[in-house]
């Protein structure tokens, strides 16, 4: 219980700083962007063309087993964690958060008592999915790995910074994503692959 608490602390105090003190007009207009995976999707998908066609039957495979862990880690997070832990987003309980919500930004009521967005916080889905594939291409090709793990990190201090996930929602969401990311590129690089 004592543990709990102090995490829980830390969880507080680490959301406040990042989302209250660290606000400014610049990561205002950048952190949607960064939170927004659709901003993503464009160029990743241009590089996961030319690398699919670009590649062996090996490279094919890995490129289409990215897709595994993509739904894996969406489902997990979205579909069973979730509904089973049913953590508040601190938007709906932080007095005066920094929110980004539709489009615009705002501050949440002095007392935490709105209901801003319905669904749950833990983990977050962004973080996993982010997490996930970074782990998985890394795993593969690890030169790349400093820029994916940019990318993971971006994301998730993005999620906090607009008021939408607590740390810690964050941290399991990585940790989820590299899990499932290691569970299906494991056994595709020992068993399919083996001749690496």
Known sequence: MVEQAALLRWDSATFGVINKLFTSGFFDALMPVLSNLAYWLIPLGIIWVVYFFRSDRRGKLIALCC??????????????IKPIVQRNRPCNVVPQTHLYLNGKW????????????????FPSSHAANIAGQAMYWSYFHPQISPLLVFAAVSVGFSRIYLGQHWPTDILAGYLLGMFVALAVAYPLRAWVLPDE
């Open 67 to 80: 897709f595994l862990v993509v739904a894996a880690t969406d489902q997990i997070s979205s579909s069973v």
């Open 106 to 121: 705002l501050y949440t009521d002095k007392f935490g008592l709105t209901t801003y967005k319905s669904s749950y916080s």
